[in-house]
């Protein structure tokens, strides 16, 4: 019996190999048939391949408009430019004055983390810096990159006034903060 139960697994091997190749035998008579069919059939028409209008370049021309990397001159044509210029606000950083250690940040970077009262009651801001150290500060002195002067110390907030370009070449007074964080 054990020898029966060996031999069972190459029986049924045999048997499926056996059944597999019956199945391939010589009917091929209909697949001939078929194909003949298909090949006495005549060909089917074949549209023209349509034609294609060939296509039109568009060109740019950019030679009469306006240069749009050069400012935008908004005077009317008859104003003068030295007129101009000489009314305006005369207002520019002062740029020979020696720069304190906290105009070499940016000023939204600065952080207010106090304040101090000394003996003859000026209020100091202890201002964070982004390289890790703290700056004492009273009115007058200066901070961020936009030439801010200090114009208050108060408990919660320092107030200045900066001085920006306005983008016509002259420059402007900008209110600014920095208030305390907690």
Not at 20 to 48: M, N
Not at 80 to 91: C, K, R, T, V
């Amino acid at each position: 019996m054990t020898g029966l139960l060996k031999a069972s697994p190459k029986i049924l091997l045999l048997g499926a190999i056996a059944t597999f190749l019956s199945g391939c035998g010589a009917g091929l008579g209909d697949l001939q048939q078929f194909v003949q069919e298909i090949r006495s059939r005549p060909p089917g028409r074949i549209e023209p391949i349509p034609e294609f209008q060939p296509y039109q370049n568009f060109e740019y021309a950019s030679h009469d408009l306006r240069d749009p990397f050069k400012l935008v001159d908004f005077r009317r044509p008859d104003e003068n430019p030295e007129e101009i210029n000489e009314l305006a606000s005369g207002l520019r950083p002062d740029i020979d004055r020696v720069k304190e250690p906290l105009e070499d940040f940016p000023l939204d970077t600065l952080r207010l983390k106090g304040t101090i009262d000394d003996k003859d009651g000026i209020k100091w801001g202890l201002i964070f810096a982004p390289d890790n150290t703290v700056h004492r500060v009273i009115e007058g002195n200066y901070m961020g990159q936009n030439h801010g002067r200090i114009v208050s110390v108060t408990d919660q907030v320092i107030e200045l006034t900066e001085i920006v370009p306005d983008g016509l070449g002259n420059y402007i007074e900008r209110s600014s903060a920095v208030a305390l964080i907690e």
